[in-house]
Structures are given as C-alpha cells and as structure tokens.
C-alpha cells in the first residue's frame, strides 16, 4: 500500500483513474474510514489530507486464440452534472455547449435545467457556453471541506456572496453575514452546514 | 522437346519448380484484445500482458484504438489476459468478438 498526501486540485476519481483502482475501492478501504468520516465527499477533500492506497490485484482472465476479447475499465469516464436556475426558477429547454478536456459536447437542458456529461475524471475545469452572450468558467476539481475557511470563502464567491476568495477579513465576516440575513438564519454556528446546502456540495 | 528443356536448365530431375497451391500450410493462430470506457469509448496506452502457452509473456501497450492483436500463435487455446496497472475491481470482462483486425498471415483471422 502507498500514501498519498493529497494536492489542491485532487479528486478520489482522478487518483482512482490515476492508480488503476475503482474510486470506491479507495474511498471505502478500511485505512481510508477516518477520512471518509471527516469529508464524506469524496469530490472535497482538503490540501494535505493523507489518503492511502491499496495495492492493486491485476485482472487475469484466460482467453481463446481466434477471437477479440474487450474489456471495459468501470468508472471511467466520470460524469458531471450541472443544473441551471435563474432566481431560482429552472432553465428548462436550454442548449448549452460544455468545453471539457479539449472536446466541445453540446445539449439541452432537460425539465428541471439539469444536464449531465460524461467527462474524465482527472478534468479541472470546463467552460459553458449558453446561447451567443452567456459564458461560464468553471472549476470541476479543487472545493475545500466547509469545515475550512478556504471551504466558507469558496462557496460564498460562488454563490456570489464575496469578491473573491482572497477578499479582506472584514468582506468575509459581511458576507457570511450576508449570507446567513439572506436565509433568514440568527444561528451563525448554522452557516458551514447552510452553505454546504445552498452550494450544492 | 528442345525448348522445353531450355526452360529449365538447372534443375534437377524431380525438382518442385513451385510451390503447390493446394499444400497445407502449418496453421497459426491470432490473438486481440480491447480496452474501452463505459461509455464505449478506447481507453489507450494501457499496458497488457498475454501469457501465450509455449512461448514466453507478450507484454506491451495497446494502442490509440485501446487494442493490440499479436499474431503468430502455434498452438490454439487459452492465453491469460492481464492488465498489471488496473485492478481487477476496476476492469470488468464483456465479450468474445471476431477479429477486427485484417489479417496478414495465411490464417490471419
């Protein structure tokens, strides 16, 4: 077994893809359970966090002479979904173009404005495209836990409560504070779970 | 007679002048593989290892396609297929196909 400390934009799909192992054989390995406890996503993992390694068990399989045999690699590739609301409203309907690991994929949003694609699972970031005036960047990997301050100023940019996720100390504390008048919620200790919800993850 | 004797002036009484068509040529054999996503698409440069009975492990990267094909195999029967950089959890076996290669022996596929 080996250890690895895990990097900013790390993922356990991109390190399963990476090490030839399925992604739950990792996540769900006994070494892994106090991680797996404290994170619970494994698409949120925090810089420095250990995560171990099993070792592999190669695949055999005896196979006559005279033929083709095909084989296919599970979990692979990983999927992205995406919903798209506007003031809380789905944009049912919509045709999107998703730039991903150099490939264009396009589509339309489905009743509820969702869409899902498939996407490697060592992709950091996509660009959507709606209509001709609409562009988005987004970044597919690199989401601290919210248990971390990094993890509270991530999801508050995001949710377009703070500049920037290096904003002053004092427009974080308003934009928590923003944030939480926002839900109508006087429990400030409520706010990392708060804002998990609303940001989706 | 004498042209027919000019035709083949170096050659022994009883000499094969060519090869008969109808001859039995020794019979080989053929081996493909292939590697895809479950989305169906190639998975590439994945290394592989074909243990063949009575000759030693071909081992090598299949290719853009996510496929490898060796070829010049005596005897028909069971090869062990591995891929040593996946794990068995991670690879699931699908199906027997016929080949998808051209062939380029006399029992080529």
Not at chain 2, 29 to 51: F, K, Q
Request: one cysteine or more.
């Amino acid at each position: 077994m080996e250890t690895k400390q895990i990097g900013p934009c790390d993922s356990i799909a991109g390190i399963a893809a990476d090490s030839g192992h399925l992604p739950d054989t990792i996540w769900n390995h006994k070494t892994n359970a106090r991680l797996k406890q404290d994170r619970e996503n494994p698409y949120v993992l925090a810089e420095g966090d250990v995560i171990t390694i099993p070792d592999k068990r190669p695949p055999t399989r005896p196979c006559a002479t005279s033929l083709r045999h095909r084989f296919q690699r599970k979990a692979i590739p990983d999927v992205l979904n995406l919903q798209l609301l506007y003031e809380g409203k789905a944009r049912a309907g919509l045709a999107y173009e998703l730039e991903v690991a150099g490939q264009k994929l396009s589509g339309v949003t489905d009743k509820n404005g969702r869409l899902s694609k498939p996407v490697p699972p060592n992709a950091r970031e996509a660009v959507l495209k709606l209509g001709k005036t609409e562009s988005y960047r987004l970044q597919l990997s690199g989401m601290d836990p919210e248990s971390t301050e990094t993890g509270l100023r991530k999801r508050l940019v995001n949710l377009g409560f703070l500049r920037s996720v290096d904003a002053s100390a004092e427009e974080f504390a308003e934009a928590r504070c923003s944030f939480l008048l926002h839900l109508n919620e006087k429990n400030a200790e409520a706010l990392p779970a708060k804002l998990r919800s609303s940001h989706g993850a | 007679m004498a042209s027919s004797a000019s035709s083949f002036p170096s050659l022994p009484p009883d000499s094969v002048v060519a090869p008969c068509p109808a001859a039995k040529q020794p019979q080989v054999h053929w081996i493909e593989i292939e590697l895809v996503a479950e989305d169906g698409s190639p998975i590439p440069w994945e290394m592989y290892t074909i243990a063949i009975p009575g000759r030693p492990p071909e081992n090598g990267l299949l290719d853009e396609q996510g496929f490898a094909r060796i070829e010049q195999i005596e005897k028909a029967g069971d090869c062990q297929v591995s891929f040593p950089n996946l794990d068995r959890a991670a690879v699931r076996f699908l199906e027997e196909l016929p080949a998808k290669a051209a062939p380029t022996g006399p029992d080529g596929g």
